[in-house]
């Protein structure tokens, strides 16, 4: 399999070194050439395989230059670390079903993909006798997601920069009290968005990045969006095998359209047995007016319950568009230039009648998420966390328009991670499980620093591999 870029400025690329690039060469993201897809027969001998094997299955077909153990061994190590063999479950409240992703390390989606990136990186980085230094700003989950995927690897050092005092305790303790000696964790006196320009600028001094070789692990790297295809087909496969399904929807909480781009994989992978892509969002409606109006326009960011989805600039936005211009590299670039300058892109009729064939999608504001979160709780005993509550609102609202066929809702983060919003909804928090119990008790290690570039390169240059 070739990878290529969204805007065609480079030379196709092996899987191997689309992990490494992260962002293409020439500013576009990387995918696979072309765009896989497996007959009948083979969604045959899919159907009776646990979710390890399903995966090693799937990763084969987009990273062919991979041995086949090897694959396998990174496989079974990253999915070994979650709290159930099953690693994605998938429950049905008397409602609705709920895939259940938050079964990682830090109780997030953002682990099924961190996890396995880890390993992938610190074996990729073994075979070229290489190390890294991965530099990145969070506001919250990716942080220890990231942090998690890659303690205790002997050939990476990781840096993660979030606002001092400004992310929950709960999510501040999960990255602090992390004890491996690779794990630089910097609490910079200032906004997220002061860490994301500090993180910006140091990756746009190129002699630093390459002399400290610098790596990124955020969410354009392919292998993520490759990790999360598996429990899009491993939940259909089960629902048709179990419940005679003909196909099944999908209603997905989106931030920076990952997620929903691997809904969008896996669908194109085993046709027709996905139905309909809903892209739900919070008051961060941008994606939800592109697929309404057609017009992909930025706003302002506001702060909401479900933090996770506070974006106006989906990353991954672009791996679609090269697919709605037909493949058409050079209209990406064009019209990914005029969004820099201009702020918008506007599409035809034509583009916007596939686009609602592709998604449906809804914005759901705070006040529907409590609600639904309330609702949820006392009709079925079952707490959602606020990302996913915007979910399953999307799709309840958008049910008049689906046929009968069953409908999943993707569970992004376990409700103890957001204890205030649930408190607020069912005036109670969640029960934490076990291993988040202890944090408070948990030593814990962080740098505080100002939110100055010298001084944040200074301390990466003092502990770097
Ligand atoms: C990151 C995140 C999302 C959004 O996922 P995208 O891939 O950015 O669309 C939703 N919910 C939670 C809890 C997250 O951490």
């Known amino acids: 399999m070739e990878y290529i870029s969204t805007r065609g400025q480079i030379s196709p690329v092996s899987f191997k070194d689309a992990v490494m690039m992260g962002l293409a060469d020439d500013g576009g993201l990387l995918l696979p050439n072309p765009l896989p897809s497996v007959d009948r027969a083979t969604i045959e001998t899919w159907k009776g395989l646990d979710y390890q094997a399903l995966c090693l299955e799937i990763m084969t077909l987009f990273a062919n230059d991979l ?12 999915y070994s670390s979650f709290d ?45 006798g290489e190390t890294m230094n991965i530099l990145g700003a969070t506001s919250g989950d990716t942080g220890s997601a990231a942090i998690y995927g890659v303690k205790g690897k002997e050939n990476i050092n990781i840096f993660i920069l979030h606002p001092k005092g400004r992310v929950s305790p709960v999510q501040a303790l999960q990255m602090t009290t992390v004890p491996d000696k690779n794990v630089f964790n910097i609490a910079v006196e200032g906004t997220f968005d002061d860490c994301q320009a500090i993180v910006k600028e ?21 292998s993520r969006v490759l990790a999360q295809v598996v429990y899009y087909v491993y939940a259909t496969l089960q629902l048709v095998r179990d419940r005679g399904a003909e196909h099944v929807h999908f209603s ?13 994989v896996a669908k194109q992978l085993i046709r ?15 994606l939800t007016r592109f697929v309404l109006e057609g017009r992909y326009a930025r706003g302002a960011v506001v702060s909401t319950i479900s933090p996770s989805m506070d974006i106006q600039i989906a990353s991954n936005f672009e791996r679609y ?18 969004f820099q300058n201009s ?9 916007r009648q596939q686009v609602r064939k592709d998604f449906a999608s809804a914005s759901i504001d705070q006040d529907q998420t409590l609600n639904t979160i309330r609702e949820c709780y006392k009709s079925t005993g079952y707490v959602l966390d606020p990302h996913t509550a915007v979910g399953v609102a999307a799709a309840e609202r958008l049910a008049q328009n689906l046929d009968d066929q069953p409908v999943v809702c993707l569970a992004t983060a376990h409700p103890a991670k957001f204890p205030a919003a649930v ?19 948990l030593p814990s290690r962080c740098q505080t620093l100002p939110a100055d570039v010298e001084e944040v390169k200074r301390y990466v240059m003092e502990n770097a591999l």
């Open 67 to 78: 041995p086949g153990p090897v694959l396998d061994g990174l496989v079974k190590k990253a």
């Open 84 to 128: 159930t063999r099953e690693v994605t479950p998938l429950v049905f409240t008397g409602q609705q079903y709920i895939l259940e992703l938050f079964h990682g390390p830090t109780y997030a989606f953002k682990d099924v993909a961190l996890q396995f990136l880890g390993n992938l990186f610190s074996w990729l980085l073994e075979e070229r």
């Open 321 to 338: 568009l090269y697919y709605l211009y037909n493949m058409d590299a050079g209209r990406v670039r064009h019209a990914m230039n005029e």
């Open 252 to 264: 997905v909480p989106t931030g920076n359209f990952g997620d929903i781009f691997a809904g969008y």
């Open 202 to 222: 140091i990756f746009n001094d190129l002699d630093f990045k390459s002399e400290y070789r610098l790596g990124s692990i955020n969410s354009i790297n392919w």
């Open 272 to 286: 027709p047995a996905i139905g309909r892509l809903m892209l739900a969002t919070n008051e961060n409606n941008i």
């Open 423 to 441: 408190r607020k909804a069912i005036g109670r928090e969640p029960e934490r499980p076990e291993s988040m119990k202890n944090l408070e008790n």
């Open 343 to 351: 702020g918008e892109i506007v599409f035809s009729k034509e583009e």
